[in-house]
């Protein structure tokens, strides 16, 4: 079983930025994928990106060249980069963990408790 705790989220303008952080703990596997998921009220949750620990990277569209995905493999620590900030990236975002993966399937195994991002002016 793998623990997933988030932190940063909080409300912020339209163009600012927020970084969040998602700690896991517990049995991690050498080879994973960790990723940040969204879900915004009466919608479905999304993936945002995910990153193997290979620092491969997937990401959504809405996402691509705003955001970005690091981890540190030593701390067992990923990161979500968040730039240019729009409304519609409000959303509770959840940190999740994969032991099985291929190509861009993920298996989520574990989830975090999420973090509220608001971005309103």
């Known amino acids: 079983q793998v623990q997933l705790v988030e932190s940063g989220g909080g409300l912020v303008q339209p163009g600012g930025s927020l970084r969040l952080s998602c700690a896991a703990s517990?049995?991690?596997?050498?080879?994973?994928?960790m990723g940040w998921h969204r879900q915004a009220p009466g919608k479905q949750r999304e993936l945002v990106a995910a990153?193997?620990?290979?620092?491969?990277?997937n990401y959504a569209d809405s996402v691509q060249g705003r955001f970005t995905i690091s981890r540190d493999n030593a701390k067992n620590m990923v990161y979500l980069q968040m730039n240019s900030l729009k409304p519609e990236d409000t959303a509770v975002y959840y940190c999740?963990?994969?032991?099985?993966?291929?190509?861009?399937?993920?298996?989520?195994?574990?989830w975090g408790q999420g973090t509220q991002v608001t971005v309103s002016s």
């Open positions: 999740s963990y994969a032991d099985t993966y291929y190509s861009s399937y993920y298996a989520w195994s574990s």
């Open positions: 517990g049995s991690i596997f050498r080879v994973n994928a």
């Open positions: 990153i193997t620990s290979s620092s491969s990277t």
